[in-house]
């Protein structure tokens, strides 16, 4: 079993490689808005990993997903921002009794 961090490069490759083949780096950069330089390096250690293999054709070079057994590890957060209350209440305005206007 590998383990995958959830919420990297890797995840969101493999993600796609699952529901997406065959696929190239140019199809990976549409699909994730990244630069290429960053796919690229997620694919080298992924390829080190013996995760992906590259094949190449005389036009292009596809990826292909050599394991299926993953585990996606880490923390899932949360991507809505939750505002929390302070607890205390609002000062009403209609019981000053200072002066306002002088």
């Given at each position: 079993?590998?383990?995958?961090?959830?919420?990297?490069?890797?995840?969101?490759?493999?993600?796609?490689?699952?529901?997406?083949?065959?696929?190239?780096?140019?199809?990976?950069?549409?699909?994730?808005?990244?630069?290429?330089?960053?796919?690229e390096r997620a694919l080298q250690k992924l390829a080190t990993r013996c995760i992906i293999?590259?094949?190449?054709?005389?036009n292009t070079i596809y990826i292909r997903l050599l394991r299926s057994d993953f585990k996606f590890v880490g923390k899932k957060r949360q991507k809505k921002f939750i505002k929390h209350r302070s607890g205390k209440k609002p000062k009403d305005p209609g019981k000053y009794d200072g002066i306002m206007y002088s």
């Open positions: 079993m590998i383990e995958i961090v959830t919420g990297t490069i890797e995840e969101q490759i493999i993600k796609l490689l699952q529901k997406i083949y065959p696929i190239t780096i140019d199809d990976l950069e549409r699909q994730l808005k990244l630069s290429r330089l960053q796919i293999q590259y094949e190449p054709l005389p």
